[in-house]
């Protein structure tokens, strides 16, 4: 069976997350973090990366895969000729004494389901980047994996000397494998497995439950909400874009980027999310987050920052062979380094609902008002400068349309929280702010194309200008609106919908492949200039390009319709949910006309 990273699902309790194949390997698995070293790594590189599968005698068999209805447990049913098993992946999460459990620990239930199955389980950890394989050791009910400082333990009711010396066996039982990093299971093997995997169905088809969703493709939206949760570091609240690292964006592109950290730019787009699901936990946690992130001597903030909030993040090259042979593979990420100035008015415009939704305390507000006014003062400070842009061009500095836009946004954001907070210093500075942003919007303005540039002083389009119109800066005229929409239509609108970034030259070609929520952006702006019926068929069209879990990469590519990109791409999915919410509240409105 060929080995397809994109074939694949995920598990995670918002401390780890793990990828499983269809062919049951972990095939990429970072602890004790989502930025850690991998433990196996066989995505980027199939010799050094080890593995952790469980297969049949047969090499002729089917794999179907499927969640637990509503949870982030993951079914896997391998099936020959003579008979078929299911092997039920999980990472237990659920409330303990008040607090989450949520250990590094991954639970893998191997179940017969026909005839007499013949099984192999391989399981080889590596550390230090794949150089180095750990060493099995036997113990009474468990194998410890030696060579690294923390304990490494595989705990299971199977014969350990079969899983050793990867000896095929007949599954005549449920087999419990209990995979930990630190502090091991102790405690019954079968009963505690069973126990957790009870606990943690029922606590994630009960967050479900709480989730305000409407009727508009609200299984597509739900699964993406549930993704959405554990790409969270719940100890601080960061969100990162994607578990994985080097997925190409299109085959030998080099555009292979570590998307494991938390970007400052899509708080407002996560955020958006969460509010309009009704998840103010995690909301919560990720304000936290923002208000808790180091900012340089001058007052900036990077870009990006890790999981705990660290900005040196230097980027290294890895000695791997990378996903089908495309390199390199990076560890690290070089775009903490750049300006990026449109972060300042993404945070404000994060922290609006603290102040307009009447559900956030007084309290919960109090501590942000020096961070606001010193926000403000590094939009002045920014509004002339040039800078990489949202797309982290990396020898190419201009003035942003995207900018000024967070620019104008977040000025009027902090208008709003100034109105409310008696602030009238706040509130002028914030007026003259969003003033002086619209002055540089409009210069990118091109008169003869009735449509706005990526920047000052050029011509190309930009989808990231597709914000000008989900994010109200031309109000009520519609007109406006979609003169500037059907210029982006005509430069980087690709068949069935597909969307890409822009189509000029870059640092490193002209892009290859279509941006996905590029193309959920453009969803958005079709139903904001009442293009509802095109908005509706092209949300139908775009979710065909998910995987058989409903998950979505970062990149389509527009001719093969394959997926590109780092995998599952927590804002494609976030961009899913964003415009799926926009379509739905243009349903639900009542027409009295």
């Known amino acids: 069976m060929k080995k397809h990273i994109y074939d694949s699902g995920l598990i ?84 303990n004494y008040d607090r989450y459990f949520k250990p590094l620990m991954l639970v893998r239930i191997i179940e017969p389901l026909e005839g007499a199955p013949r099984i192999n389980i391989s399981c080889k950890p590596v550390r230090e980047r794949g150089k180095k394989a750990l060493v099995p050791s036997l113990g009474s009910n468990h194998i410890r994996y030696m060579g690294e400082e923390q304990e490494i333990r595989l705990s299971t009711n199977a014969a350990l000397s079969y899983v050793v010396e990867e000896k095929y066996f007949v599954l005549q039982r449920p087999i419990y494998l209990v995979f930990t990093y630190g502090r091991p299971l102790e405690a019954p093997i079968e009963s505690t497995c069973d126990r957790f995997l009870q606990a943690t169905t029922d606590y994630w088809q009960s967050w479900a439950k709480s989730t305000s969703i409407s009727s508009f493709h609200q299984r597509l939206v739900l699964r993406s909400a549930l993704i959405l949760k554990i790409h969270q570091y719940e100890d601080t609240g960061a969100i990162i874009a994607a578990s994985t690292t080097s997925l190409p964006e299109s085959p030998g592109s080099t555009r292979n980027w570590d998307y494991r950290y938390c970007w ?17 936990e995690e909301l919560e946690k990720y304000f936290e987050f923002i208000q808790n992130l180091p900012t340089g001597a001058d007052g900036r903030y990077q870009p990006l920052y890790s999981i705990t909030g660290e900005g040196l993040l230097t980027e290294e090259i890895l000695p791997l ?58 939009i002045e400070q920014t509004m002339h400068e040039k800078d990489a842009g949202l797309w982290e061009f990396r020898k ?67 989808a990231s200008t597709l914000q000008l119109i989900t994010m109200g800066y031309f109000g009520d005229d519609i007109e406006r609106a979609n003169n500037h929409l059907k ?39 079709l139903a904001c200039v009442n293009r509802l019926d095109e908005a509706i068929e092209g949300f139908e069209t775009l979710v065909k390009y998910c995987n058989h879990l409903d998950l979505f990469s970062e990149d389509v590519d527009q001719v093969t319709g394959s997926q590109w990109g780092n995998f599952p791409q927590a804002y494609s999915h976030v961009g899913l949910m964003n415009a799926a919410f926009r379509i739905g509240k243009k349903l639900d409105r009542p027409n009295f006309l």
């Open 396 to 462: 190419l500095a201009q003035e942003h349309c995207y900018t000024f836009l967070f620019h104008w946004a977040g000025a009027l954001a902090a208008a709003k929280i100034g109105k409310r907070l008696k602030n009238d210093k706040m509130y002028e500075k914030a007026m003259f702010l969003k003033d002086e942003a619209v002055k540089k919007i409009e210069a990118c303005y091109l008169p003869d194309r009735k449509a706005y540039a990526q920047a000052i002083g050029v011509n190309h389009m930009d």
């Open 487 to 525: 210029e982006l239509e005509k430069e980087l609108l690709s068949k069935e919908f597909l969307f890409f970034r822009y189509k000029h030259m870059d640092d490193f070609g002209v892009p290859e492949t279509t941006f996905l929520i590029c193309a959920f952006w453009y969803i958005e702006a």
């Open 321 to 378: 062979d990378g996903y089908l042979g495309n390199k390199p593979v990076r560890f690290g990420n070089q775009a903490y380094t750049h300006v990026q100035n449109d972060l300042y008015g993404q945070v404000l415009v994060s922290l609006l609902p603290l102040y307009s939704d009447q559900r956030f305390t007084s309290k919960e507000r109090s501590y942000s008002e020096p961070m606001i006014m010193n926000l403000l003062d590094k």
């Open 12 to 95: 995670g309790n918002c401390s780890y997350i793990a990828h499983v194949q269809k062919n049951t390997n972990i095939s990429w698995l970072c602890l004790p973090r989502f930025d850690s070293d991998f433990i196996f790594g066989g995505m980027l590189d199939q010799e050094k990366g080890g593995e952790f599968t469980i297969l049949p005698e047969s090499s002729d068999f089917e794999s179907t895969q499927s969640y637990v209805e509503n949870t982030n447990i993951l079914e896997t049913f391998i099936s020959t000729e003579d008979y078929s098993y299911k092997v039920t992946d999980f990472a237990p999460r659920f409330k």
């Open 264 to 280: 400052i730019r899509d708080s407002y787009y996560t955020l958006t999310s969460f509010n309009s699901l009704g998840h103010f």
